[in-house]
């Protein structure tokens, strides 16, 4: 009886090891993962097995069906190229797959489990769209190019990510020491959801597109020459003064946060901003090369010295559709500033915004606009060129200081212009057409011995002072009611 006992513990020993022990691939030639005469142990992996894929040469082994998950895998020999391939089958590791530097692990479609995949050889995910499950440790290459291909483990970066085709998606926590992200023309990195972290030494470049829906910290380098596009989260580019800092060819912001904080200017092809929650935040000037529009969200900047420069021949388009606020930074225009469209007409001037006007500042959106003011100090427009409401005859409220210099112009050729904060001339011109009118509410206006304000519109001070000691000559109508003084200051002749 004992000896069966022990003949029967030593036979399920035996079993035991035989299931959980190893398989080593003996085929140079290649073939299927199913067929057990390919294994030195003639025997397909099973369950709990450690597989060494390592035999020299260069060949295939394909899963050709959906087979237990094995304990770990080693891929790659001494010479040759030896490359796993998953065509669309369900298999995996339960613990890491080791990748050699011969090795190449290929997936194009199907299911692939693992808790860690640590290359340093390559990884291709390739074909249509799917879901890569495990973490990615890569100290190689990893290339990708399929219709939308998803890693949810989280990546690893210490080398190179080569996006060929379509779009590379990021749903975990990914960290990039020194790692590249090279985007080709047409592809897309999408930074989906999660968290990602690029240190001083890594890089995203190339002539493809970067999404962001997530947080994502660069500190390193960012030259992308096609759209960088936020939806949702964080893209924070925090590195030192001096790293390289091309958003590329459009910034379109639907949503979430951009954070320019690294001292660096910022310059920009085209830019949108188009969400209520969207927000652009630079610490240092910001230009663009062909056209700027804003149509919802916030531009803000560190301190009031931070510029966004309008360069001769360029238009700043506002569009408000929803809320759309400056705040503290300096917008310096040279070219066009042109407020127009049919919605919601207010754009919010808070936190001692500055305007500097050389060129045009054209107001003419259809719907009654405002020029506003929330929170913070008062904010300023310096008028060096034409200061205009034009087309639209609605009420124009101006809730701001304007003060306008030598050679300027206030040119008011449609409806009512309120103005409720200071208007201050020198030796510059305030126009006001037949059916417009200007009128000073709370206002304290003053046009210097070289000002003048003329035309065939209409007049009004409501409350505050006005002081006329330039030409004065209106051809409308002039109403002075009880709460306003009116003092005309001319030299005689005038």
């Not at 994502?216 to 030192?240: D, E, K, R, W």
């Not at 205009?388 to 040119?411: C, E, L, Q």
């Amino acid at each position: 009886m004992r000896s069966a006992l022990l003949k029967l513990l030593l036979m399920l020993s035996i079993g035991f090891t035989a299931s959980a022990g190893t398989k080593t691939w003996n085929n140079a030639s290649g073939g299927n993962w199913g067929t057990a005469s390919n294994w030195l142990e003639n025997a397909v992996p099973g369950s709990g097995d450690t597989v060494y894929i390592t035999l020299d040469g260069t060949y295939s082994v394909t899963y050709n069906l959906n087979f237990a998950s094995v304990s770990a895998i080693y891929l790659g020999a001494s010479s040759g190229i030896q490359t796993l391939i998953n065509p669309g089958n369900a298999n995996g590791v339960t613990g890491t797959m080791h990748i050699n530097g011969n090795g190449v692990f290929q997936m194009s479609s199907g299911t692939y489990s693992s808790s860690t995949v640590i290359n340093y050889g390559t990884v291709r995910l390739i074909g249509g769209s799917f879901t890569f499950a495990p973490k990615i440790v890569n100290y190689d290459s990893v290339y990708i190019s399929g219709t939308s291909i998803f890693v949810s483990g989280g990546l690893s970066n210490y080398d190179s990510v080569f996006i060929a085709a379509g779009s590379f998606n990021l749903n975990g926590t990914d960290t990039s020491y020194a790692g590249k992200y090279l985007i080709s023309f047409g592809a897309t990195l999408n930074f989906n959801a999660g968290s990602h972290t690029l240190d001083a030494n890594s890089s995203i470049s190339g002539a493809g597109n970067v999404s962001v829906a997530a947080t994502v910290n660069v500190s390193g380098t960012y030259n992308i020459t096609g759209t960088t596009t936020a939806s949702n989260g964080t893209l924070l580019f925090n590195g030192t003064a001096g790293s390289l800092l091309n958003i590329g060819s459009t910034l379109a912001m639907s949503g979430g946060s951009v954070q320019v904080l690294t001292g660096d200017s910022l310059i920009l092809g085209s830019a949108t901003l188009n969400s209520t929650s969207s927000t652009l935040l630079v610490k240092a000037p910001i230009r663009f090369t062909t056209s700027f529009t804003m149509n919802q969200g916030v531009l803000r900047a560190t301190d009031s010295t931070i510029k966004l420069l309008i360069g001769s021949g360029q238009t700043l388009t506002l569009n408000p559709t929803s809320t759309l606020r400056w705040q503290k930074i300096t917008v310096e225009n040279n070219g066009t500033i042109d407020w127009t469209g049919g919605g919601t007409a207010t754009l919010t001037v808070d936190s001692g915004l500055v305007i500097n006007n050389y060129g045009l500042f054209d107001c003419k959106i259809a719907s009654s606009p405002s020029l506003d003011h929330n929170q913070g100090a008062l904010s300023r427009l310096n008028n060096y060129g034409i200061f205009r409401r034009s087309v639209n005859a609605t009420n124009f409220t101006v809730d701001a200081d304007i003060y306008s210099y030598s050679g300027s112009t206030v040119d008011l050729q449609t409806g009512v212009t309120y103005f409720y904060r200071s208007l201050i001339t020198t030796d510059a011109d305030v126009t006001i057409a037949s059916g417009a009118t200007l009128y000073f509410t709370g206002t304290s206006a003053a046009f210097d011995a070289n000002s003048s304000i003329s035309g065939a519109g209409n007049v009004t001070i409501s409350s505050g002072t006005a002081t006329f000691t330039g030409d004065v000559n209106i051809k409308g109508v002039s109403y002075f009611l009880s709460s306003s003084s009116m003092t005309f200051n001319a030299s005689a002749g005038k």
